[in-house]
């Protein structure tokens, strides 16, 4: 079975402040994680994702295969960061080629400016 | 281009009532897929379609809940006499398929379903 877990349903951060929201997951296999997004009143939408290793909006994430996380951070928070972050996990599902999302319960950002 | 598309954005429903949700993919996309956003308990999968028929139909939660898929396009997914647990948000997306890798699914704005 595969599970994600983002143990903060809240975390709040100063504007300018370090930000690392934790995601943690279960998998037997080779996972694609991903981090998506949703700001107020807009779609749910992709932020990154792990095999392209990219910066977007300032953040990163790096797959830890041994401590199995996947951790969002970003070095200066700004306040239009402030939205609902969810990690995401792809894996076969019952059906061949399913590739379903697994999502963790996601994290509410909040920037103080 | 049209991104994914559902209806309605707000539907309101008494105990036992059945209704009926609507999404309409990005063009092209052969893959289809149905969540359930409910509060405190985040994204939860329904369904996912590829094409018109349903390799993964693991999370429906009960037999009240059945989905289609016609034309490989328009999906529906219905629940029929439905309870105040059924409320929640019910999102759709869509992907390019593919047998091996990333396929970045895209999420439609949701339907905010109220069981009264």
């Given at each position: 079975a595969q599970r994600v877990t983002q143990p903060e349903k809240l975390l709040s951060v100063f504007k300018g402040a370090p930000v690392e929201l934790k995601c943690n997951y279960s998998y037997s296999g080779s996972p694609e994680l991903f981090w998506y997004v949703q700001y107020s009143r807009q779609r749910l939408q992709l932020?990154?994702?792990?095999?392209?290793r990219e910066s977007i909006k300032g953040f990163t994430a790096d797959l830890n295969k041994g401590e199995t996380s996947f951790h969002l951070k970003k070095p200066f928070a700004q306040e239009e960061d402030s939205a609902m972050y969810y990690c995401a996990l792809s894996g076969r599902g019952s059906?061949?080629?399913?590739?379903q999302l697994t999502f963790g319960k996601g994290t509410k950002l909040s920037v103080i400016p | 281009g049209a991104g994914v598309s559902q209806s309605p954005s707000n539907k309101v429903t008494e105990k036992g009532k059945d209704v009926e949700l609507r999404c309409d993919p990005i063009s092209g996309h052969t893959a289809l897929y149905w969540y359930r956003q409910s509060l405190g308990q985040g994204l939860e999968f329904l369904i996912y379609f590829q094409g018109n028929s349903a390799?993964?139909?693991?999370?429906?939660?009960?037999?009240?809940f059945s989905a289609e898929r016609t034309g490989g396009s328009v999906s529906t997914l219905t629940i029929q006499?439905?309870?105040?647990?059924?409320s929640a948000v019910y999102l759709c997306a869509s992907s390019l398929s593919r047998d091996r890798g990333f396929n970045e699914q895209f999420f439609g704005p949701g339907t905010r379903l109220t069981v009264l």
């Amino acid at each position: 079975a595969q599970r994600v877990t983002q143990p903060e349903k809240l975390l709040s951060v100063f504007k300018g402040a370090p930000v690392e929201l934790k995601c943690n997951y279960s998998y037997s296999g080779s996972p694609e994680l991903f981090w998506y997004v949703q700001y107020s009143r807009q779609r749910l939408q992709l932020l990154l994702r792990h095999i392209s290793r990219e910066s977007i909006k300032g953040f990163t994430a790096d797959l830890n295969k041994g401590e199995t996380s996947f951790h969002l951070k970003k070095p200066f928070a700004q306040e239009e960061d402030s939205a609902m972050y969810y990690c995401a996990l792809s894996g076969r599902g019952s059906g061949a080629g399913s590739y379903q999302l697994t999502f963790g319960k996601g994290t509410k950002l909040s920037v103080i400016p | 281009g049209a991104g994914v598309s559902q209806s309605p954005s707000n539907k309101v429903t008494e105990k036992g009532k059945d209704v009926e949700l609507r999404c309409d993919p990005i063009s092209g996309h052969t893959a289809l897929y149905w969540y359930r956003q409910s509060l405190g308990q985040g994204l939860e999968f329904l369904i996912y379609f590829q094409g018109n028929s349903a390799p993964d139909k693991s999370g429906l939660p009960s037999d009240r809940f059945s989905a289609e898929r016609t034309g490989g396009s328009v999906s529906t997914l219905t629940i029929q006499r439905t309870q105040q647990e059924d409320s929640a948000v019910y999102l759709c997306a869509s992907s390019l398929s593919r047998d091996r890798g990333f396929n970045e699914q895209f999420f439609g704005p949701g339907t905010r379903l109220t069981v009264l």
